[in-house]
Protein backbone atom coordinates (compact mmCIF):
# COMPACT_ATOMS: atom_id res chain seq x y z
CA UNK A 1 0.00 0.00 0.00
CA UNK A 2 1.15 3.19 -1.14
CA UNK A 3 1.75 5.41 2.16
CA UNK A 4 3.99 8.36 4.26
CA UNK A 5 4.33 7.37 7.54
CA UNK A 6 5.42 9.95 9.97
CA UNK A 7 6.78 8.68 14.01
CA UNK A 8 6.02 9.76 16.52
CA UNK A 9 2.44 10.98 16.06
CA UNK A 10 1.75 12.49 18.98
CA UNK A 11 4.71 14.32 21.30
CA UNK A 12 4.90 16.92 24.12
CA UNK A 13 8.32 17.84 25.11
CA UNK A 14 9.95 21.15 26.57
CA UNK A 15 11.68 24.06 25.40
CA UNK A 16 15.42 23.36 24.14
CA UNK A 17 15.03 19.45 24.17
CA UNK A 18 16.51 18.18 20.62
CA UNK A 19 13.45 16.19 18.98
CA UNK A 20 13.04 14.75 15.71
CA UNK A 21 9.87 13.52 13.51
CA UNK A 22 10.79 11.06 11.47
CA UNK A 23 9.06 10.94 7.75
CA UNK A 24 9.16 7.61 5.50
CA UNK A 25 7.83 6.84 2.13
CA UNK A 26 7.36 3.76 -0.08
CA UNK A 27 6.63 4.75 -3.17
CA UNK A 28 10.07 5.75 -4.24
CA UNK A 29 9.14 9.82 -4.82
CA UNK A 30 11.87 12.30 -5.18
CA UNK A 31 9.85 14.97 -4.03
CA UNK A 32 8.87 15.27 -0.48
CA UNK A 33 8.21 18.17 1.83
CA UNK A 34 7.25 19.40 5.58
CA UNK A 35 4.78 21.38 6.45
CA UNK A 36 2.83 22.94 9.81
CA UNK A 37 -0.68 23.99 10.06
CA UNK A 38 -1.91 26.38 12.84
CA UNK A 39 -5.48 27.66 13.13
CA UNK A 40 -6.03 30.43 11.41
CA UNK A 41 -2.92 30.14 8.88
CA UNK A 42 -3.61 26.61 7.05
CA UNK A 43 -0.75 24.82 6.02
CA UNK A 44 2.72 26.36 5.59
CA UNK A 45 6.08 24.77 3.84
CA UNK A 46 8.62 24.35 6.18
CA UNK A 47 11.44 22.62 3.71
CA UNK A 48 11.49 20.34 0.98
CA UNK A 49 13.81 18.12 -1.13
CA UNK A 50 13.88 17.42 -4.40
CA UNK A 51 16.08 14.70 -4.30
CA UNK A 52 18.72 12.96 -2.38
CA UNK A 53 20.77 15.74 -0.79
CA UNK A 54 18.83 18.60 -2.34
CA UNK A 55 16.79 20.59 -0.27
CA UNK A 56 15.67 24.13 -0.02
CA UNK A 57 13.64 26.33 2.25
CA UNK A 58 9.76 27.16 2.61
CA UNK A 59 8.04 29.49 3.50
CA UNK A 60 8.73 28.73 7.10
CA UNK A 61 12.41 27.61 7.54
CA UNK A 62 13.21 29.23 11.28
CA UNK A 63 14.29 26.80 14.10
CA UNK A 64 13.81 23.62 11.71
CA UNK A 65 16.41 21.51 9.88
CA UNK A 66 16.16 18.59 7.30
CA UNK A 67 18.42 15.92 5.85
CA UNK A 68 17.72 14.01 2.97
CA UNK A 69 20.19 11.12 2.57
CA UNK A 70 18.04 8.25 1.61
CA UNK A 71 15.57 8.54 -1.05
CA UNK A 72 12.43 7.31 1.17
CA UNK A 73 13.68 9.02 4.71
CA UNK A 74 13.22 12.95 5.11
CA UNK A 75 13.30 14.02 9.05
CA UNK A 76 12.31 17.02 10.67
CA UNK A 77 14.95 18.11 13.75
CA UNK A 78 14.49 21.12 15.98
CA UNK A 79 17.33 21.32 17.31
CA UNK A 80 15.96 23.77 20.24
CA UNK A 81 12.23 23.95 20.08
CA UNK A 82 10.25 26.64 21.38
CA UNK A 83 6.76 27.02 22.28
CA UNK A 84 6.06 28.66 18.63
CA UNK A 85 6.81 25.59 17.48
CA UNK A 86 3.64 23.96 18.93
CA UNK A 87 1.56 22.52 15.55
CA UNK A 88 0.18 19.62 13.29
CA UNK A 89 3.48 18.61 11.16
CA UNK A 90 2.61 16.75 7.91
CA UNK A 91 5.16 15.27 5.67
CA UNK A 92 4.17 14.64 2.00
CA UNK A 93 5.91 13.31 -1.03
CA UNK A 94 4.80 12.66 -4.73
CA UNK A 95 6.51 11.74 -8.19
CA UNK A 96 8.79 14.51 -10.12
CA UNK A 97 7.03 13.74 -13.46
CA UNK A 98 2.97 14.81 -14.33
CA UNK A 99 1.58 11.59 -14.24
CA UNK A 100 2.72 11.37 -10.77
CA UNK A 101 1.34 14.59 -9.43
CA UNK A 102 -0.60 13.53 -6.61
CA UNK A 103 0.74 14.55 -3.27
CA UNK A 104 0.45 12.32 -0.24
CA UNK A 105 -0.03 13.23 3.09
CA UNK A 106 1.37 11.99 6.26
CA UNK A 107 -1.05 10.88 8.89
CA UNK A 108 0.22 14.21 11.42
CA UNK A 109 2.30 14.67 13.80
CA UNK A 110 0.98 16.75 16.88
CA UNK A 111 3.82 18.41 18.59
CA UNK A 112 3.23 20.37 22.11
CA UNK A 113 6.21 22.89 23.12
CA UNK A 114 5.92 23.41 26.86
CA UNK B 1 1.48 38.55 3.29
CA UNK B 2 -1.57 35.84 1.63
CA UNK B 3 -0.49 34.44 -1.71
CA UNK B 4 -3.79 32.55 -1.99
CA UNK B 5 -7.05 33.61 -0.65
CA UNK B 6 -10.94 31.24 -0.78
CA UNK B 7 -14.11 31.95 -0.25
CA UNK B 8 -15.86 31.14 1.88
CA UNK B 9 -13.71 30.51 5.20
CA UNK B 10 -17.29 28.05 6.14
CA UNK B 11 -20.03 26.93 4.27
CA UNK B 12 -23.01 25.10 5.50
CA UNK B 13 -25.31 23.26 2.93
CA UNK B 14 -28.42 21.31 2.28
CA UNK B 15 -27.80 17.45 1.51
CA UNK B 16 -27.88 17.67 -2.79
CA UNK B 17 -27.16 21.25 -2.88
CA UNK B 18 -24.40 22.23 -5.60
CA UNK B 19 -21.80 23.92 -4.02
CA UNK B 20 -18.35 26.41 -4.94
CA UNK B 21 -15.86 27.18 -3.21
CA UNK B 22 -13.28 29.76 -4.58
CA UNK B 23 -9.30 30.28 -5.21
CA UNK B 24 -7.57 33.45 -5.94
CA UNK B 25 -3.52 33.83 -6.16
CA UNK B 26 -1.00 35.98 -6.34
CA UNK B 27 1.93 34.15 -7.48
CA UNK B 28 3.37 32.71 -11.12
CA UNK B 29 2.24 28.92 -10.69
CA UNK B 30 3.69 25.72 -12.16
CA UNK B 31 0.25 24.00 -10.94
CA UNK B 32 -2.48 24.35 -8.62
CA UNK B 33 -4.14 21.65 -5.96
CA UNK B 34 -7.38 21.10 -4.68
CA UNK B 35 -6.79 18.95 -1.12
CA UNK B 36 -9.76 17.72 1.44
CA UNK B 37 -9.02 17.56 4.77
CA UNK B 38 -11.27 15.04 6.92
CA UNK B 39 -12.13 15.92 10.07
CA UNK B 40 -9.70 13.57 11.67
CA UNK B 41 -6.93 15.59 10.14
CA UNK B 42 -5.48 13.59 6.93
CA UNK B 43 -5.64 14.92 3.98
CA UNK B 44 -5.90 13.81 0.57
CA UNK B 45 -4.97 15.19 -3.12
CA UNK B 46 -8.48 15.56 -5.10
CA UNK B 47 -6.62 17.72 -8.02
CA UNK B 48 -4.03 19.16 -9.76
CA UNK B 49 -4.40 21.87 -12.82
CA UNK B 50 -2.32 23.64 -14.47
CA UNK B 51 -5.03 24.56 -17.13
CA UNK B 52 -8.73 24.11 -17.82
CA UNK B 53 -11.20 21.76 -16.10
CA UNK B 54 -10.58 18.48 -14.33
CA UNK B 55 -14.00 16.35 -13.41
CA UNK B 56 -13.94 12.99 -10.59
CA UNK B 57 -17.31 11.78 -9.96
CA UNK B 58 -19.21 14.35 -8.41
CA UNK B 59 -16.20 16.98 -7.86
CA UNK B 60 -14.77 19.65 -10.84
CA UNK B 61 -12.49 22.20 -10.45
CA UNK B 62 -11.65 24.78 -13.22
CA UNK B 63 -8.86 27.18 -13.38
CA UNK B 64 -8.41 30.43 -14.85
CA UNK B 65 -4.72 31.02 -15.42
CA UNK B 66 -5.11 34.86 -16.94
CA UNK B 67 -7.36 36.06 -14.00
CA UNK B 68 -5.03 33.80 -11.38
CA UNK B 69 -8.52 31.97 -10.10
CA UNK B 70 -9.82 28.46 -9.89
CA UNK B 71 -12.70 26.86 -8.50
CA UNK B 72 -14.03 23.83 -6.84
CA UNK B 73 -17.74 22.68 -7.70
CA UNK B 74 -19.23 19.50 -5.91
CA UNK B 75 -22.42 18.25 -7.50
CA UNK B 76 -25.62 17.06 -5.78
CA UNK B 77 -23.42 17.30 -1.86
CA UNK B 78 -23.32 14.62 0.07
CA UNK B 79 -22.95 14.56 4.12
CA UNK B 80 -19.82 12.93 3.39
CA UNK B 81 -18.28 15.65 1.25
CA UNK B 82 -18.26 17.29 4.63
CA UNK B 83 -14.25 18.97 5.49
CA UNK B 84 -12.03 21.34 4.99
CA UNK B 85 -11.51 22.28 1.06
CA UNK B 86 -7.80 23.47 0.75
CA UNK B 87 -6.32 25.42 -2.25
CA UNK B 88 -2.59 25.21 -2.69
CA UNK B 89 -0.64 26.02 -5.70
CA UNK B 90 2.82 25.55 -6.74
CA UNK B 91 4.95 28.08 -7.50
CA UNK B 92 7.62 28.46 -10.23
CA UNK B 93 10.56 27.08 -7.87
CA UNK B 94 8.19 23.96 -6.55
CA UNK B 95 7.74 26.26 -3.29
CA UNK B 96 3.66 25.13 -2.28
CA UNK B 97 1.26 28.26 -0.91
CA UNK B 98 -1.74 27.30 1.06
CA UNK B 99 -5.48 29.15 1.16
CA UNK B 100 -6.59 28.57 4.66
CA UNK B 101 -9.53 26.42 3.55
CA UNK B 102 -13.00 26.54 3.62
CA UNK B 103 -14.97 24.54 6.39
CA UNK B 104 -18.26 22.59 4.71
CA UNK B 105 -21.19 21.07 6.04
CA UNK B 106 -23.44 19.59 4.56
CA UNK B 107 -26.41 18.75 6.23
CA UNK B 108 -29.06 15.50 5.63
Known amino acids: EAQVTQNPRYLITVTGKKLTVTCSQN?????MSWYRQDPGLGLRQIYY???????DKGDVPEGYKVSRKEKRNFPLILESPSPNQTSLYFC?????????????FGPGTRLTVT | KNEVEQSPQNLTAQEGEFITINCSYSVGISALHWLQQHPGGGIVSLFM???GKKKHGRLIATINIQEKHSSLHITASHPRDSAVYIC??????????FGTGTSLTVIP
Open chain 1, 49 to 55: SMNVEVT
Open chain 1, 92 to 104: ASRGSTGALWEQY
Open chain 2, 88 to 97: AVRGIGNQFY
Open chain 1, 27 to 31: MNHEY
Open chain 2, 49 to 51: LSS
